[in-house]
């Protein structure tokens, strides 16, 4: 990327929740959906990560302007949006493929995310478990995946877990969200 647009990628469960609250963030030019992290050869599928047995983790790809909104603020939101002490879990999503994990797309980004980790370690009662890892490879997920939440508001995965971080979101972030 070019200019001040920058790259995150991130995961913390299901890519539907963390898409759908990074389109509202004040600064995000384009969220996209796909899987990062895994060791199988060649593009996931969904039902190949699903499976566990890639080793891809669902996350997100999030293209930024860093003169509006900085890494940082892209990671504490990120952070204080799921639970970050859970191993391999977000709710009811159990598997790998739900852990909490950044990639850094370089030591910059990783040094911000330790100082993040570390800074919000604080809030938790138990220890956060997300990855800091560095991004190697990013597979966008099919297009169905993509704005999710935004196509499919009442669908019931939208309805009981998507819709209440939402709201949370837009309580705990408020002076981040797009006008």
Same mark, same amino acid.
């Given at each position: 990327?070019s200019?001040?647009?920058?790259?995150?990628?991130? *995961?913390?469960?299901?890519?539907?929740?963390? !898409? $759908?609250?990074?389109?509202?963030? #004040?600064?995000?030019?384009? +969220?996209?959906?796909?899987y990062?992290?895994? &060791?199988?050869?060649g593009?996931?599928?969904?039902?190949?990560?699903?499976?566990?047995?890639?080793g891809? $983790?669902? +996350? +997100?790809?999030?293209?930024?302007?860093?003169?509006?909104?900085?890494?940082? @603020?892209? &990671?504490?939101?990120?952070? /204080?949006?799921? @639970?970050?002490?859970?191993?391999? #879990?977000?709710?009811?999503?159990?598997? /790998?493929?739900?852990?909490?994990?950044?990639?850094?797309? @370089?030591?910059?980004?990783?040094?911000?995310?330790?100082? +993040?980790?570390? @800074? &919000?370690? *604080?809030?938790?009662?138990?220890?956060?478990?997300?990855?800091?890892?560095?991004?190697?490879?990013?597979?966008?997920? !099919?297009?169905?995946?993509?704005?999710?939440?935004?196509?499919?508001?009442?669908?019931?995965?939208?309805?009981?877990?998507? /819709?209440?971080?939402? /709201?949370?979101?837009?309580?705990?972030?408020?002076?981040?969200?797009?006008?």
């Open positions: 990327m200019g001040n647009i920058q790259l995150a990628t991130v *995961g913390g469960g299901c890519f539907w929740c963390t !898409e $759908a609250i990074f389109h509202e963030v #004040r600064g995000v030019e384009n +969220v996209v959906s796909g990062s992290g895994g &060791l199988a050869p593009h996931p599928t969904y039902r190949e990560v699903c499976s566990g047995l890639t891809h $983790a669902e +996350v +997100v790809q999030i293209a930024f302007d860093s003169n509006v909104i900085s890494f940082e @603020d892209i &990671l504490i939101i990120f952070m /204080t949006t799921h @639970d970050p002490t859970t191993l391999n #879990r977000q709710g009811a999503d159990k598997g /790998t493929q739900y852990r909490s994990v950044i990639f850094y797309h @370089d030591e910059i980004q990783k040094e911000i995310a330790d100082k +993040v980790i570390d @800074d &919000l370690s *604080g809030l938790y009662d138990n220890k956060i478990v997300t990855e800091v890892k560095p991004l190697e490879r990013f597979y966008e997920a !099919e297009g169905y995946h993509q704005e999710y939440y935004n196509n499919n508001p009442s669908q019931g995965y939208c309805n009981y877990v998507i /819709t209440p971080k939402l /709201t949370k979101f837009r309580k705990m972030h408020h002076s981040k969200l797009k006008p």
